[in-house]
């Protein structure tokens, strides 16, 4: 009688000790390296963009950026922030270089502005010498009375707020991470 008990006091005993093991292993297994939490936020790696839900309203939406919010904690921002209400210009340096980042950037920003935040991007230039420009308004930080968002290949990483301007700068792929870092505010992801 006594083994009848014995046997199913070890098996439970067993089974307690195989079930730590397993939740001790849980919580030392690394951690998803394409889930990324930030200030209530989950952003989950598409193999391009992180994407998050950001509600504005009773609406949600899908929020796709190249960078997660850590990843641009790094970008410095000076000025007093303002967000536009309404429609606001983009503009860029046909001579720089870097373009095709420059493109990508602009494209990005403007799919946010339009898609999420309901702001009409209007494309302009800093100066009339391409055939693309050549239709456009010609808009830079210094020449400007409307709302502007100027794009800058250069270093250092930063965002630089004016009365009027925005200056999102950064070479390469940082222009692409100041851009995000400039949403990840508007958004309140970021401060």
């Given amino acids: 009688m006594k083994k009848k008990m014995l046997i199913p006091l070890v098996l439970t005993i067993l089974a307690a000790i195989l079930l730590s093991s397993c939740e001790a292993n ?29 509600r504005n309203g009773n609406n949600v939406y899908q929020v796709p950026l190249r960078f997660n919010p850590l990843q641009t904690e790094n970008v410095t921002i000076t000025g ?25 950037g602009a494209g990005e920003l403007s799919n946010n502005l339009v898609t999420a935040l309901g702001i ?5 230039c800093s100066k009339n010498i391409t055939n693309a420009c050549k239709e456009r308004p010609i808009i ?35 222009l692409l991470k100041s851009i995000d870092r400039l949403l990840y505010s508007w958004y309140n992801i970021q401060p």
């Fill in 120 to 124: 009409t991007p209007i494309a302009a």
């Fill in 26 to 54: 849980k919580k030392d297994a690394p951690k998803d390296e394409n889930i990324v939490e930030y200030n209530n936020f989950i952003f989950n790696y598409t193999g391009i963009h992180w994407v998050t839900e950001w």
């Fill in 140 to 174: 830079t930080c210094e020449q400007n009375e409307s709302l502007a968002i100027y794009l800058v290949q250069d270093v250092p990483t930063q965002i630089t707020y004016t009365e009027t301007c925005i200056k999102v700068q950064g070479a390469g792929m940082d």
């Fill in 80 to 104: 007093e922030k303002w967000i536009p209400t309404k429609e606001i210009f983009i503009t860029f340096d046909p001579e720089s270089e870097g373009l095709q980042y420059t493109a990508l």
